[in-house]
Every structure is written in C-alpha cells, then in structure tokens.
C-alpha cells in the first residue's frame, strides 16, 4: 500500500472514531463517559507481555475506574483486584474475583475494617505499626503482605507522589527493627512484601532503584514468596508527554527478579497494581456546549458539565486533551474551558480548539482512570452515564442519575422548626 493510502486510511478511521463518538453523544446525551474495551485489553496485554517472568500476577487498582462492567472484563482477562476499601473488596466479589486474587491494601482504616477483609479471605497489606501487633496479637498465623515507604521521592507532583519522607503511607524502611521484633514474637507469618513509590513516574531507571532496594530489603524477610510493586506507571496525556516504557521497564524488572529467584532459590509471585496505565487512555468524557462568552481577555467556552464529574484539572492540575467533535475542520481558536459549577472549574486555560459554537460536542481525552470515580453531586448535579463500546457494540454499563438519585437518602420526616 502506497503510503498515501495508508494514510487516507487512518484519516478515515480517525473520522469514524469521532463520528462513532457524536452519535453515542446523540444516542445517551452528553454529559457522557464512553470506555473504549478494545483499548482496555491492547493495554492490558502490553503490561502482560512486558515482562518475562513466571509468576507474575497483575491486580487493577480499581479505584481508577470502579464500574462492575469494567471489573468483568478485568476478571474475564484473568486479572486480579487491588482495593482499597471493604466496599472495593464487595464490589470485586460481586464481580466474579476470587478472593485469592484480590490484594487489599488500604491507608488508615480500621482494624474493624481490616477483620471484615481477613473474614471474606482476601489477602492482606498492613502499612502501619499498630496495626500489624493487633494483627500478630488476633491472627498469628494469617499470611500478610507489609507495605514498606522506600522514602524515594517519584511521581508527578506532591499529591500523588506517595513514597517520600513526609508520605503517610507504608511503614518506613527505617524501622526494619521494629518490625522484626514484632513479626519474631508474634511469629507472623509475611507472606510478602508490598511497595508503591506513587504515580506517574517516568523514568524506567527510577522503577529500577525501588526494584534493586526492596529486593535488598526482601533479604531480611525469609518466609515471602511474593514481592508486590504497586504502580506508579505514566501514561501521555498530551502529544509530546514522556511516558513510562513499559516494555524497558518489563525488561529491566524481569532480569532483576529472575536473578534474584535464583539467587534464593525460589519461584517467587510478582504482583503489580496497575490502575491509570490499563483505563486511562480508554476513556473520553463528552460534554456540550452550554454557552460562549466573549471577554475582552478570552473567549470562555461553558460545558454541561464541571469538576463533579471530572476533577482532575482541578485537583491536580491536570492536561487533558479537548477535541470538538462537532467540528474538526474548524480553524483553530484559543479558548478557556470551563464548567457550570459556581466555583471557579477551569478545565482549560489557553487552548486552540477547532471553532467552537454553542451545542457542540467536546471530548475529554484520558478519561478513564479517576475521573468517573472521583465524580460527586456538587451543586445538586446528576452523575452522568457510562458507555462500554466494545466489538463494535456500546454498552450503557451505568445510567444517569435521576432526580431521585439525589434525595433517596434523604429521610422524609418532619421537623418542627
Ligand atoms: C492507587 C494505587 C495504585 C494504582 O496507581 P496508578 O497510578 O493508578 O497505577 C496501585 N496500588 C495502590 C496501593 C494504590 O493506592
């Protein structure tokens, strides 16, 4: 094929991608969350294929991207569950997980919280001291995994970098001999050891310091027969981003651990918890336009929508890619993108967007991991609907809220005021 043609050709599937996109935007009405599954399975088995080990075990950090649908599909591609709740431990069971294959590993709950998980026989990942003694005074014999802070400093800004000095989450490296002495006379059994640096690291090379650091530090611990990295894997969200090789990363990783089974003597279980790099990409938020406002300063382009259904330009400060679906021909303007919520939501400042004109349909790139998740009701907006396109076929996975939806929980019995 000429090169030409070739190009016509993605020029037309790219033109089918958009038009498939308005019409569920038509079908379901924007606000909308659509999930591409074809993408979810691509990213699934690059993650899987990178990496050359025998017994590696991946568990989606479901926080990311939580809909019931979504974790069948997991389940159905024979991938295991991080959850960081009892509630994410339900919703995986009901899922179809089995409970060995679902990893728990929480930050600050209960030891109330954490006998509930022990009861539904999920494994367990004790990040605190007070805990792991309750933990050898109450169950001495229940295999454990131990989440450890490295304290290297990695990830993409400060709230989502997890593995530094200040971080509340893992026990400190520095307190190894606190921990021993607690596992030696509790006898507690560690089945294995559990770190994750944060996310959004880029460097393959810094994934390498953490793997060559709690393999050391795996030295110490004789019964484990699992090593659990957590994540931390970057994904691009605007066209020049760096993100993590995952392919270098899955080399570097697989010599490092296949040395060290060696070295010990010993088939150990790899587990890693991806959660951004498998969803991600696969998800594009719709929204229309409500109205245009022509400043002296910039030209404000108001979506039906706001940061209760998607938070992380706000929150982190974000980049997410804004197409007009509506118009893609369009010359090229500059716009700032904001929400209908009565607090400043910018979700775009500066942008060159093709001609944007009321009622079109905006798409949100990268919509897929902590977006739907971290939506709310703020202003007493409805949650919007999620769509799973997959073999040519969509999927309405969750309805929009309705009205009712809003004040279900709310009792109605009468006060005297
Ligand atoms: C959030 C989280 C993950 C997933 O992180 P990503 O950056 O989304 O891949 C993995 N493990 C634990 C313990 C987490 O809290």
Excluded at 267 to 278: A, M, N, Q
Excluded at 289 to 308: H, L, R
Excluded at 333 to 343: D, F, R
């Amino acid at each position: 094929m000429s090169s030409a043609l070739i190009y016509a050709f993605i020029c037309y599937f790219y033109c089918f991608l958009k038009f498939m996109y308005l019409e569920l935007a038509k079908k379901y009405q924007a606000p909308l969350y659509v999930y591409d599954g074809d993408i979810i399975i691509k990213k699934y088995n690059e993650f899987r294929n990178a990496f050359k080990i025998k017994n590696l075990k991946i568990h989606y950090a479901m926080k990311a991207l939580s809909n019931i649908h979504i974790l069948k599909l997991f389940n159905h591609l024979g991938s295991g569950l991080d959850c960081v709740s009892i509630e994410e431990i339900l919703l995986g069971l009901k899922a179809g997980f089995k409970p060995e294959s679902i990893i728990y590993t929480p930050n600050g709950v209960s030891f109330e919280e954490y006998k509930k998980a022990i009861n539904l026989n999920v494994k367990i990942t004790i990040d605190n001291i007070s805990i792991l003694e309750k933990i050898g005074q109450e169950y001495p014999n229940l295999p454990i995994f131990i989440r450890l802070n490295p304290h290297l400093m990695a990830g993409g800004n400060s709230k989502i970098s997890v593995g530094h000095i200040d971080s509340k989450f893992g026990i400190s490296i520095h307190q190894m001999p606190i921990i021993k002495r607690i596992i030696k006379n509790y006898t507690i059994n560690v089945e294995g050891i559990h770190i994750h640096t944060g996310s959004d690291i880029i460097e393959s090379e810094v994934f390498e310091r953490v793997a060559r650091l709690i393999l050391h530090i795996a030295d110490e611990f004789e019964n484990i027969n699992s090593i659990d990295f957590g994540s931390g894997f970057k994904v691009k969200y605007k066209e020049n981003d760096l993100e993590t090789d995952i392919k270098q990363v899955g080399k570097t990783f697989s010599k490092l651990i296949n040395d060290y089974c060696k070295k010990r003597n010993k088939e150990l279980t790899v587990r890693f918890e991806p959660g951004k790099f498998l969803v991600s990409e696969a998800g594009k938020f719709l929204a229309k336009v409500n109205v245009i406002k022509q400043t002296t300063a910039c030209t404000f382009v108001a979506v039906n929508s706001g940061f209760n259904h998607l938070i992380r330009p706000m929150f982190y400060n974000a980049y997410h890619k804004i197409e007009n679906l509506s118009n893609p021909k369009g010359d090229k303007k500059m716009y700032s993108v904001v929400g209908y919520i009565c607090e400043s939501d910018t979700f775009a400042e500066d942008r060159l967007i093709n001609d944007v004109r009321e009622g079109d349909i905006l798409a949100f790139n990268n919509a897929g991991a902590y977006c739907f998740s971290m939506t709310s009701n703020y202003n007493s907006r409805l949650k919007p609907a999620e769509i799973l396109w997959l073999n040519g076929k969509d999927y309405l996975i969750r309805k929009a809220d309705v009205f009712d939806d809003l004040i279900k929980n709310q009792t109605d019995i009468e006060i005297e005021f």
